[in-house]
């Protein structure tokens, strides 16, 4: 074999003939003086380390044994019973000297061939001895390029078109004709803090940050039908396209439904299951060793909230670090399984996605609607008549339904409910299977072959969430009637996808979306209450729901049991309510009164929480707590309060959970989502609050706490002044003037309304995001408010605004506190105001000012100015001295703001 043009990683064969246990020979000093004088004399080098036997006869060996793709071959053949012999293949010609030499590799990739009765053939494989330095190359390449072409005609193929409906399989919508943007949320750890910021796409978050270097472990949460799987296609569909930065980074981008893996499956066989062809040109092996060694790599797990993890799982070892962990990792869940992804995962980015924006919504519907525009124009008219454009159609999955309803009728009765909604899509689909078949369908009433396929679903449905089970064998869903099976499939209730296994393969199938899944566990909740006794259905929720825990795992299936009980649904209302009184009773109090006194239990010491919720559970609420300022233990209280608030709403009848639920006349829910806030609107205009309001003040004063509400805050804002009772409005956090430096709808909204709340005492919106031009159109307002007695504004820019508050005050003599923490005003606004505090307002007792622009000079002189009128203006002068920093002189600056930090976490409102 010829020895030109070789590399340092080529893999080194050498020859010998001797017994297995041979020594070898240390190579002469005159052959190594040899061997230095043929380098210098040729300008291709060998990875060879070479010893000398100058009385080796030549071996003949048998030619296959050579590799077309080495250009050096020596091979070692040992055979027992004969001397020490060595045997050397020339190199060239005019290399005679290189037949004087056996050349020897040790490495860790070695090979044995049996060539013979008595002879092996010994292959090493590694890097040379002599340039050991060098970089290797595998022995055979990994077919980089064809596996990314694989892959994108993959993705192109399954992802670059969606089909929607499961029972129309000729429907198809191209995913970036139909993709609308959601809004993403990010949430960046700082400090004792959580910043959010909206994103433009998934691939931002894997661009490095300042509190984040090298994003590389992503988690993803969404609600359900929000959009998570589409939202990941997208992603995928732009790495084909190679247009754009942060994701041509990676080679190969692998996007794994977590739903059909089964649980014999390792993370390659995945991989060849649900991406790669049959025919690929290389085998599990390869593609395993080019993970391990290639961090240019992303892994996308798509509903970890549909798949039941086990700890020795390939999927659970990546997620945990275990293996493969210099890929970067991707996961998408429900909300409630981000505790578990918390402590496992361990993300360095956390993604929200919210949906769509209002906007976005009339942007969906006339892309769906391409070709029919006047159909799209009175689908939105209805939608933004009923308030509808800000609920239920922010979901993604929730407006495509609605888009296909309204595509076949314009009669269709378009509620906020889920499941009305559901209940037409499931009468749609019988009717246009009868049309079909020529099936009579007569009154709404399902023919019997359709009733018993439905009920078996029910069934299946209810079984497999208990056992966390999403995709079913075929006896699971037919118990052995394959008729039930067909029509299942006709109906389009179930589709079939592929087996995981291939050598065993069988039939699966699952729904078309876990809520379709929840809506017929839910129906198989309400026959079953229906049809038994009240003790058997009590008995049935004692058994699946015995805890708050357990109602929060499987939340959505109440819902949609009470949605389709109607009035019969007071068997799970009479449960909810003794639930609550039985586990939450000890928070409820402290849930109320901790934004005012600000005083925690160590609730893990006094109580025990197991039947609240798990401890990764916790977890999840400290980190969501961060931003709010919530304790972990009261987002354990929040989320079971939201559940029995939406099955009030899906029943229709929200005036029983004001009677239950609101009797400390307190509506209080922290970062609710939109289905929340507008179920909250139903509360505001429901009769049994307004008949509250009849009575004496004490009793009939509202307390209203909505803390970061974000974008679904507009139609409760709109329904304020049907409360005027109203004593405490908290909008803390809620983003009311992030919306630009226009005149923002949110800020607008509120000013229309506030005039209404004669009775309110108590106003808090700090940290919204507030410019001047928000603050020009609110802060006017508050004239009216003769009653307010506390004031919050901090964490809103409120420069310029200092003449609006002196013409404000004079008539806000009840006012006993006063916060412009943090708001961009200078010392001369700050000394404004405070010469209109000591004029107008008696009852002043805080007024606080700290971190605006302000030196130590002018802060002592607002101090002194203060001092001289207030009742308790000197204990309060004291109190702000004790806390002024030296760094006061530059509290404008970035440095002065680190420095006040912790001061800051500090100021509850």
């Not at 596996?147 to 029972?167: S, T």
């Not at 959601?182 to 509190?211: H, M, Y």
């Not at 893996?261 to 390659?268: I, P, R």
């Not at 909250?680 to 004490?698: F, I, N, T, W």
């Amino acid at each position: 074999q010829r020895a030109t043009e070789t590399e340092a990683s080529s893999p080194t064969v050498t020859t010998s003939v001797g017994t297995p246990g041979g020594s070898d020979a240390v190579a002469s000093p005159g052959c190594q003086e040899r061997m230095e004088e043929q380098r210098k004399k040729q300008s291709d080098k060998t990875s060879c380390n070479v010893e000398v036997y100058k009385e080796a006869p030549l071996t003949s060996v048998d030619s296959r044994y050579a590799r077309p793709d080495c250009d050096v071959v020596d091979v070692e053949v040992t055979q027992d019973g004969i001397q020490d012999e060595m045997a050397v293949f020339p190199v060239g010609q005019g290399q005679e000297d290189m037949m004087e030499c056996r050349t020897y590799q040790g490495g860790t990739n070695n090979r044995t061939y049996n060539i013979g009765p008595q002879s092996t053939v010994h292959i090493y494989e590694g890097s040379s001895a002599l340039e050991a330095t060098d970089d290797s190359t595998p022995e055979f390449p990994f077919p980089l390029d064809q596996c990314q072409n694989a892959l994108k005609l993959h993705y192109q193929a399954e992802m670059g078109q969606l089909q929607p409906l499961a029972w129309n399989e000729d429907f198809m919508m191209k995913t970036d004709d139909i993709f609308t943007d959601v809004d993403l949320l990010l949430q960046s750890p700082k400090g004792g803090n959580i910043s959010r910021e909206t994103l433009p796409s998934v691939a931002d978050a894997l661009v490095a940050r300042p509190d984040c270097p090298c994003p590389r472990r992503v988690l993803i949460e969404g609600q359900p039908g929000v959009g998570k799987t589409t939202t990941l296609s997208k992603l995928v569909l732009d790495w084909t396209k190679g247009d754009n930065k942060a994701l041509s980074e990676f080679h190969l981008v692998f996007c794994l439904a977590l739903r059909k893996v089964a649980e014999s499956q390792s993370l390659v066989d995945c991989i060849f299951d649900q991406l790669l062809p049959e025919d690929s040109p290389f085998d599990e092996d390869g593609l395993e060793e080019y993970l391990q060694t290639n961090k240019n790599v992303l892994i996308v797990f798509d509903g970890y909230d549909e798949w039941e993890p086990q700890e020795s799982h390939d999927i659970s070892k990546v997620l945990s670090g275990k293996i493969l962990r210099d890929c970067c990792v991707i996961v998408s869940t429900r909300p409630s399984r981000t505790s578990e992804l918390l402590k496992t995962m361990r993300p360095d980015t956390r993604l929200e996605i919210n949906g769509f924006h209002q906007e976005n919504v009339s942007i969906y519907v006339h892309k769906y609607f391409s070709n029919n525009i006047s159909k799209a124009k009175t689908l939105l008219e209805k939608l933004d008549s009923s308030y509808l454009s800000t609920g239920i159609t922010l979901t993604p999955m929730f407006l495509l339904l609605i888009c296909i309803l309204w595509e076949e009728r314009d009669d269709v009765l378009l509620s906020d409910r889920l499941c009305p909604l559901y209940d037409q899509l499931i009468l749609y689909l019988v009717t246009r299977l009868c049309a079909k078949e020529n099936i009579p369908f007569v009154d709404d009433k399902m023919p019997p072959n359709i009733a018993s396929a439905v009920l078996f679903l029910e069934k299946s449905a209810f079984d497999g969430l208990l056992r966390g089970k999403l995709v079913f064998e075929q006896e699971e869903v037919t118990r052995h009637n394959r008729d039930i099976l067909t029509t299942q499939l006709q109906l389009g209730l179930l589709h079939k996808q592929p087996s995981p296994s291939k050598l065993r393969p069988s039939p699966q199938y699952s729904f078309p979306h876990k809520t379709m899944q929840e809506y017929f566990a839910g129906r198989y909740i309400a026959s079953y209450v229906t049809i038994q006794e009240e003790s058997a259905g009590r008995a049935l929720l004692q058994e699946n729901f015995g805890t708050v825990r357990k109602v929060r795992e499987m939340d959505n299936v109440l819902i949609f049991a009470c949605g389709r009980l109607g009035r019969k649904a007071s068997v799970i209302f009479q449960y909810l309510v003794d639930l609550h009184k039985k586990d939450l009773g000890l928070i409820e109090e402290d849930f109320y009164t901790f934004y005012d006194v600000r005083i925690l239990k160590d609730w893990v010491r006094d109580t025990k929480l197991d039947n609240l919720a798990s401890k990764v559970d916790y977890t999840a609420f400290q980190m969501t707590g961060l931003f709010t300022d919530t304790p972990a233990v009261f987002f354990a209280y929040q989320t079971y309060m939201e559940t029995t608030l939406l099955c009030y709403f899906e029943w229709g009848q929200i005036d029983g959970f004001v009677e239950h639920f609101i009797r400390k006349r307190i509506i209080q829910f922290s970062d609710p989502t939109h289905r929340v806030c507008r179920a909250l609107v139903q509360v505001m205009k429901c009769d049994q609050l307004r008949q509250a309001q009849k009575g004496s003040p004490q009793q009939c004063d509202i307390i209203l706490r909505l803390l970061h509400a974000g974008k679904y805050l507009g139609p409760i804002l709109d329904t304020l002044g049907a409360c005027p009772c109203i004593a405490e409005l908290n909008l803390r956090q809620s983003y009311l003037g992030r919306y630009g430096p226009t005149v923002t709808r949110p800020s607008l909204q509120l000013s229309r309304q506030l005039p209404h709340l004669k009775r309110l005492r108590k106003l808090v919106l700090s940290w919204n995001d507030l410019l001047p031009e928000d603050a020009q159109l609110i802060l006017p307002v508050l004239e009216s408010l003769r009653m307010l007695e506390e004031l919050y504004l901090s964490g809103n820019d409120l420069h310029g605004t200092s003449d609006i508050f002196s013409n404000i005050l004079p008539f806000l003599i009840e006012l006993k506190i006063l916060k412009v923490f943090d708001c961009c005003m200078t010392s001369a606004e700050i000394i404004s105001i405070a010469h209109a505090t000591v004029k107008n307002c008696k009852k002043m007792s805080i007024f606080d000012f700290d971190s605006n622009i302000t030196t130590r000079q002018e802060y002592r002189r607002i101090e002194q100015i203060l001092s001289l009128t207030l009742p308790v203006a000197n204990e309060l002068a004291t109190e702000q001295r004790s806390r002024f920093h030296p760094a006061a002189e530059m509290v404008g600056t970035k440095e002065g703001r680190r420095m006040f930090a912790k001061y800051w976490s500090s100021k509850a409102n």
